[in-house]
C-alpha cells in the first residue's frame, strides 16, 4: 500500500504543479475512498477502477505537464496503474 500511496501523492502533487486542480481534487477523493478500510470492499475496488481507468494514455497522458517529460508522466502513470491493480487484487 506504501507504494500505491507515494505514487498517488506524486502524481496529485505533479497535476497541482501543472495547473490540474481539479483533477487533482478528484484522484485525491478517490484514493480516500479506495484507502477507508471502513468501506465495503466493493467501493473501495470501484475507486481503485476509477483511478485505473484515469491513468490511461487519453485521459490523464493527454495531459502536459510542463515540469515533466511525456515519458516520466507515462511511466508515473504506468507504474500507478500496475500499484493500484496490485492494491485490488490484495482487497481480496
Not at 505533479?14 to 490540474?20: E, S
Not at 471502513?38 to 484515469?54: E, F, P, V
Request: hydrophobic share 35%.
Amino acid at each position: 500500500m506504501k507504494n500505491f500511496l507515494d505514487l498517488i501523492n506524486k502524481i496529485i502533487s505533479d497535476l497541482n504543479q501543472a495547473g490540474f486542480n481539479k483533477d487533482a481534487n478528484d484522484l485525491q477523493e478517490l484514493a480516500n475512498l479506495a484507502l477507508d478500510k471502513n468501506l465495503s470492499t466493493d467501493i473501495r475496488k470501484d475507486a481503485l477502477k476509477k483511478i485505473d481507468s484515469r491513468c490511461h494514455v487519453k485521459w490523464l497522458g493527454d495531459y502536459y505537464l510542463p515540469h515533466l517529460s511525456q515519458k516520466d508522466w507515462w511511466d508515473s502513470l504506468e507504474r500507478l496503474s500496475k500499484s493500484t491493480k496490485k492494491y485490488t487484487f490484495n482487497l481480496n
